[in-house]
């Protein structure tokens, strides 16, 4: 034991880093930040599980729903906690057994344990915690062994379905994976057994939102989510659209729109007479935007990408600094502005399973500055995140004589896994801070995957203490 210990030091010393900045984060935001909205229909969702009739699917409100005979949101938002420093924990063990030296493998795993957004976002009723923990642990199945199981193919296809029912934007993942599978020629069975239990979960719960609301679909609000992201460059006096969705162009001219797209989606007046039974309209006018207005279309999601990717990327408007500040600690949770308004976490009440704590829970104190300077200023940097997509691509091309192709598929998958998220999230939303976190776990070990392989790593050479593993 002694012996372990010694060898994985370092990576203890960070998680040991991680675990006291969630404590300090529990004491300080007792029990868990509230995201108006969304908690509170997540909340109640779980006390009445059915198939989302709205954005939000069963995935998050299922796992509160274990919770629920416990009355407490703490429990909640501590259970997220330990998640994320499990599934660091699962990100180091993996990449020692992939050969790659200790400091190679706790540069991979930091960003888990120590991102301000990170530590933030577990400590939200929302399921970016749980979604960023089930997508990953399902790509860590696939790749744990030098050839995945049937079994182990089909346990993964199980833990991506429950990250795409917490969020849909996994949904594409799933193509990704089967295409990965193919390429690296892991077997007939192995690609059904991914394939087929994708494929039956999905049905089945398509089939279930069919008969309780008439809807085979995911989600109800698709239309008008899509619709929001193509608005803000709507020209409709260039677009050939039908009398029922002619009603939707934006009235405010293009050099007058918003700047965020979420406007069009909670403010604009345009929207109030399409529900989720007349969804199909505005997912229609915004399919014309995208065919009729191709690169218009494809500049906005290229600029919303590019936040996420490149340097100098913050100086944002009044608007997006202020959803921004949401995915921030505050200093102080006291507010004079009315909900709308606000530009910082709300606290969930400690005494019950709902929002609105009481006064004394809000006031300021050292810690909460300590906290919410820590997470302005500890985040991964933009810009590595954008290095960490050209090393996937490099550890692709480029074939060191000593290294394996498999290591350069499997950096591969995990960047594209993680570069396809944001591209699916700012092509049918918007950017935001929070929608790239998930991103940034499966980045972070994705890259030092690929400096392995460009370093020209022999074959598989494991830790002698993680050979069992």
Same mark, same amino acid.
């Given at each position: 034991?002694?012996?372990?210990?010694?060898?994985?030091?370092?990576?203890?010393?960070?998680?040991?880093? @991680?675990?006291?900045?969630?404590?300090?984060?529990?004491?300080?935001?007792?029990?868990?930040?509230?995201?108006?909205g969304?908690?509170?229909?997540?909340?109640?969702?779980? @006390?009445?599980l059915a198939?989302?009739?709205?954005?939000n699917?069963?995935?998050?409100?299922? =796992?509160?729903?274990?919770?629920?005979?416990? @009355?407490?949101?703490?429990?909640?938002s501590?259970?997220?906690?330990?998640?994320? $420093? +499990?599934?660091?924990?699962?990100?180091?063990?993996?990449?020692r057994?992939?050969?790659?030296?200790?400091?190679?493998?706790?540069?991979?795993?930091?960003?888990?344990?120590l991102?301000?957004?990170? %530590?933030?976002?577990?400590?939200?009723?929302?399921?970016?915690?749980? =979604?960023? #923990?089930?997508?990953t642990?399902?790509?860590?199945?696939?790749l744990?062994?030098?050839?995945?199981?049937?079994?182990?193919?089909?346990?993964?296809?199980?833990?991506?379905?429950?990250?795409?029912?917490?969020?849909?934007?996994?949904?594409? %993942?799933c193509?990704?994976?089967?295409?990965?599978?193919?390429? *690296?020629?892991?077997?007939?069975?192995q690609?059904?057994? =991914? !394939?087929?239990?994708?494929?039956?979960?999905?049905?089945?719960? $398509?089939?279930?939102?069919?008969?309780?609301?008439g809807?085979?679909?995911?989600?109800?609000a698709?239309? *008008?989510? $899509?619709?929001?992201?193509?608005?803000?460059?709507?020209?409709?006096?260039?677009?050939?659209?039908?009398?029922?969705? *002619?009603?939707?162009?934006?009235?405010?001219?293009?050099?007058?729109?918003?700047?965020?797209?979420?406007?069009?989606?909670?403010?604009?007046p #345009?929207?109030? /007479?399409? !529900?989720?039974?007349r969804d199909?309209i505005?997912?229609?006018?915004?399919?014309a935007? %995208?065919?009729q207005?191709?690169?218009d279309?494809?500049g906005?999601?290229?600029?919303?990408?590019?936040?996420?990717?490149?340097?100098?990327?913050?100086?944002?408007?009044?608007?997006?600094n202020?959803?921004?500040?949401?995915?921030?600690?505050?200093?102080?949770?006291?507010?004079?502005?009315?909900?709308?308004d606000?530009?910082?976490?709300?606290?969930?009440?400690?005494?019950s399973?709902?929002?609105?704590?009481?006064e004394?829970?809000?006031?300021?104190?050292?810690?909460?500055?300590?906290?919410?300077w820590?997470?302005?200023?500890?985040?991964?940097?933009?810009?590595?995140?954008?290095?960490a997509?050209?090393? +996937?691509?490099?550890?692709? #091309?480029?074939?060191?004589?000593?290294? *394996?192709?498999?290591?350069?598929? /499997?950096?591969?998958?995990? #960047?594209?896994?993680?570069?396809?998220?944001?591209?699916?999230?700012?092509a049918?939303?918007?950017?935001?801070?929070?929608?790239?976190v998930?991103?940034?776990?499966?980045?972070?070990a994705?890259?030092?995957?690929?400096?392995?392989?460009?370093?020209?790593?022999s074959?598989?050479?494991?830790?002698?203490?993680?050979?069992?593993?």
């Amino acid at each position: 034991m002694k012996g372990i210990l010694r060898g994985h030091w370092p990576f203890l010393i960070v998680l040991a880093s @991680g675990l006291v900045l969630r404590v300090l984060t529990m004491a300080a935001y007792y029990p868990a930040f509230w995201f108006q909205g969304d908690s509170g229909a997540y909340l109640k969702a779980s @006390g009445q599980l059915a198939p989302g009739n709205g954005p939000n699917t069963l995935g998050y409100p299922l =796992f509160l729903a274990i919770f629920r005979p416990f @009355g407490s949101l703490a429990l909640v938002s501590a259970v997220q906690h330990l998640l994320g $420093l +499990g599934l660091a924990v699962l990100l180091y063990v993996f990449l020692r057994r992939r050969g790659l030296p200790g400091w190679m493998a706790v540069v991979g795993a930091t960003p888990t344990l120590l991102d301000g957004h990170q %530590i933030t976002l577990e400590h939200y009723l929302l399921g970016e915690a749980l =979604f960023t #923990v089930l997508l990953t642990a399902s790509i860590i199945v696939l790749l744990w062994n030098d050839r995945p199981t049937w079994l182990m193919c089909a346990g993964a296809g199980a833990l991506l379905t429950g990250a795409v029912l917490t969020r849909t934007v996994g949904l594409g %993942i799933c193509a990704l994976v089967l295409v990965y599978l193919v390429i *690296r020629r892991a077997g007939l069975k192995q690609v059904l057994a =991914f !394939g087929l239990t994708v494929l039956v979960l999905m049905l089945g719960y $398509l089939s279930w939102s069919k008969v309780a609301n008439g809807h085979f679909a995911l989600s109800t609000a698709q239309g *008008r989510y $899509l619709y929001a992201r193509t608005a803000i460059v709507a020209d409709c006096s260039k677009l050939d659209l039908t009398d029922e969705q *002619r009603p939707l162009c934006p009235r405010e001219p293009l050099d007058q729109r918003p700047e965020r797209p979420d406007w069009y989606l909670w403010v604009s007046p #345009v929207l109030k /007479d399409y !529900g989720p039974e007349r969804d199909d309209i505005p997912g229609g006018f915004a399919k014309a935007v %995208i065919t009729q207005q191709p690169l218009d279309y494809a500049g906005s999601v290229l600029s919303d990408l590019g936040k996420y990717l490149l340097p100098g990327q913050q100086n944002y408007g009044p608007s997006m600094n202020c959803l921004s500040s949401w995915w921030l600690m505050p200093s102080d949770l006291r507010d004079t502005v009315a909900k709308e308004d606000r530009c910082k976490p709300l606290l969930a009440d400690g005494a019950s399973f709902a929002s609105e704590p009481s006064e004394s829970q809000v006031e300021p104190s050292a810690l909460r500055d300590f906290l919410a300077w820590y997470s302005r200023h500890v985040q991964t940097p933009h810009t590595a995140l954008g290095i960490a997509v050209l090393l +996937g691509l490099a550890a692709l #091309v480029f074939r060191p004589r000593r290294g *394996r192709w498999r290591d350069g598929l /499997d950096a591969g998958l995990l #960047v594209g896994t993680g570069l396809a998220l944001m591209v699916v999230a700012v092509a049918t939303s918007m950017y935001e801070p929070r929608y790239g976190v998930p991103s940034i776990t499966l980045m972070a070990a994705g890259a030092m995957l690929a400096v392995h392989r460009l370093r020209g790593a022999s074959a598989r050479a494991e830790s002698p203490e993680l050979e069992n593993v």
